[in-house]
């Protein structure tokens, strides 16, 4: 599918945890899209993710499509970078990740 | 069960030492993932949406206590506390983090497990009959067969980089409980007329994109050429399977594309010096080794039982929801006083196939105690209890109640099969295990489920097939259309010995519209189905795909 939406956001999973990962202002990695850095321009989203590639910190890197909700806050596009963002839709998810809080999500 | 030896517990070992050295250059800097990821891969350790994911191989399904609560263990330690069991009787972790993995493949070698085989171009984990060892109607034990075949196939530099990945499925039952007919190679143990044991095999089977029904490549290959023979259909996967399109690389498709005579005549060739020599042409088995394999599978020492058992019948007759429980979870072993108990992972508000440590740790326990110490993982995501004395059934029942694991729902319509799907699958294209949990609560009530009986619905979050959408009564296959989910539904699959690949009915439902799709197709089987033994499968294969679809697309019928 051709790639028309202008904002974006670079993201990945880290090396160690592969927990997912977004790019913020500062040229660092956060587990928050909340914190991740828009970009509006897609060339320049382009060269952003290039220099990401070059990282052997994180996994994948790759452009996800965001929309602002009536907050203001990102909001991917693609169902599966919904989930990337907010974890499994599945019950009991929300169930196991009460019981053990030392990952991600 | 087959116990490593010293030659098992070297090997496992130094690769652990291996990948632990290669995880450490790769946070170090000196790997890079693309390096690193084939490495990663053949220990069974995948990089997926949320997290690494680990497949620890289950040999042929096949699983002791001790080994269960290491699962458990693993699961506590070093994931949310629970594992997902697969429809290759595997089990998966979701939750890892990388510098954990050599600590995990260090914790299972201690019980002489490993991951490797579960990823890659190579000969996987080696399926079986989950009732193997234990049903009424064996002809004989397939474990010795599989273990034969693991360790021929463990790290056998031929078929390390083999075209595609190569899946081998053996039963030892004329009722096909391993799917043969979906694998590379499907193994059936048979005797021939003079009461020789030996194999009818199967060749070219398989799911995923193109789905294929496996052809007889021999319908009776003596026991003894068995290793001979796999090598010969290997080498010729090995030569003549292509290279150049993924997509086409499995040896279904050569099977089809040259033609099953064509394929039997190369496979006779490279099998032949072997025949007429008997000797090392092709390498055949040591007797030692083989005799200790089979030695290792020998009858647990059952009590003498009688054919009742009046404790047995008693709770029967006191207990309604035991009664419906045996009904629906328990099989005929061969031993007289015994049964086999399936332990359904079908609950509701769980994911298919999910276990948590404390149902690992349950079960566990209970095989201990009540199943010689035997356990089985099933390719449609449940375990198996073995060998149960009737006389004990009751006290396992109640156990499994306390634990909320004694649903009784095998081969009922909330016995679905899953995949993981969007949820954690990097290439899904779909969500699975939702879809599953809302068809699970539409037809939750237990009468509902028994009123319609043995149907089994699968389902795949995409095209790859890893719910075996294409061999249920009522498969749905996950796709993305436009941005959205779409289901595609199949109809009449069957992957028992009647083998049957489903039928697709035509254009897909939304995630919204998907159970209210299947409850129609359940409603038409109830209105059309002869009397209440008839079963969804044969009630389809009676009245055809039309009735169903005019039942799923009722305005295209009213426009026609």
Known sequence: MKNTNKNHVVTANTLIEGWVVYLTKTGNWHTSLMEAVVIDDLKKAQSLLAIQQQSDQVLDPYLLQVEFGVDGSPHPTQLRDRIRATGPSHQSYRAQLKEFTHVSL | ?560
């Not at chain 2, 070093?78 to 089990?91: K, L």
């Not at chain 2, 009540?370 to 009751?394: A, G």
């Not at chain 2, 079963?535 to 009735?547: A, D, E, H, P």
């Open chain 2, 1 to 560: 069960m087959y116990h490593y030896d010293e030659f098992d517990h070297r090997f496992v070992r130094e690769r652990v030492t291996r990948f632990r050295n290669q995880v450490d250059r790769r946070i170090s800097g000196s790997l890079t993932e693309d390096e690193f990821r084939p490495l990663r891969l053949q220990n069974g350790l995948y990089a997926e949406l949320h997290a690494y994911m680990l497949r620890v191989a289950i040999p042929y399904g096949v699983l002791n206590s001790a080994q269960l609560q290491q699962l458990a263990f693993i699961s506590k330690k070093w994931d949310r506390g629970y594992g997902h069991f697969t429809t290759r009787q595997n089990i998966q972790f979701n939750w890892l983090k990388l510098h954990d993995a050599p600590e995990i493949l260090d914790a299972l070698a201690k019980v002489d497990m490993h991951a490797i085989q579960s990823s890659g171009n190579c000969i996987r984990n080696v399926t079986a009959d989950p009732f193997a060892g234990a049903a009424a109607d064996e002809v004989a034990d397939p474990r010795p067969t599989a273990e034969l075949i693991r360790q021929w196939s463990t790290a056998h530099p031929e078929f390390a980089f083999l075209p595609r990945k190569f899946k081998i499925a053996v039963t030892g039952s004329p009722h096909d409980r391993a799917a043969i007919h979906f694998h590379d190679i499907g193994l059936r143990l048979i005797r021939n007329d003079r009461g020789e044991l030996g194999y009818e095999v199967l060749v070219g089977g398989g799911l995923g994109r193109t789905p294929m029904i496996a052809k007889q490549l021999q319908a009776f290959l003596p026991k003894a050429d068995l290793l001979p023979y796999l090598e010969a259909v290997l080498h010729v996967y090995n030569r003549f399977g292509r290279r150049d399109n993924k997509y086409k690389a499995r040896i279904k498709i050569l099977v089809h594309e040259e033609g099953i005579s064509k394929i039997r005549a190369l496979v006779e060739k490279e099998f032949r010096p072997y025949r007429t020599e008997k000797k090392d042409a092709l390498p055949g088995p040591d007797k030692a080794p083989v005799d200790h394999i089979e030695a290792s599978f020998s009858s647990p020492l059952f009590d003498e039982q009688p054919s009742r058992s009046i404790r047995h019948e008693i709770a029967l007759y006191k207990h309604p929801e035991f009664r419906t429980w045996v009904k629906q979870n328990t099989f005929p072993h061969r031993k007289t006083g015994y049964v086999i108990a399936t332990i359904s992972l079908k609950r509701k508000g769980h994911a298919p196939g999910d276990a948590t440590a404390a149902d690992m740790g349950r079960v566990a326990d209970l095989a201990k105690r009540y199943s010689h110490d035997e356990l089985r993982i099933t390719n449609e995501q449940n375990i198996v209890l073995p060998h149960v004395r009737k006389d004990d059934l009751f006290s396992v029942y109640l156990s499994l109640k306390a634990g909320n694991l004694a649903v009784a729902n095998i081969g009922l319509l909330t016995d679905i099969v899953a995949c993981p799907g969007m949820d954690y699958c990097s290439l899904a294209t779909a969500r699975s295990l939702p879809i599953a949990q809302k068809i699970s609560e539409r037809f939750t009530d237990p009468k509902r489920q028994q009123l319609i009986g043995d149907l089994k619905i699968k389902i795949s979050g995409c095209i790859n097939a890893c719910g075996h959408h294409h061999v249920g009564h009522i498969g749905i296959l996950g796709l993305e259309k436009s941005g959205a989910e779409s289901y595609q539904i199949v109809l009449g699959g069957d992957a028992t010995q009647t083998a049957a690949l489903g039928e697709r009915a035509g254009a897909g439902f939304s995630a919204n519209e998907i159970v209210s799709a299947i409850e129609r197709l359940v409603d038409t089987y109830l209105e059309h189905r002869k009397n209440e033994n008839e079963t969804f499968l044969k009630t389809y294969q009676r009245i055809g795909v039309t009735i169903f679809r005019n039942a799923l697309y009722p305005t295209q019928k009213k426009a026609a």
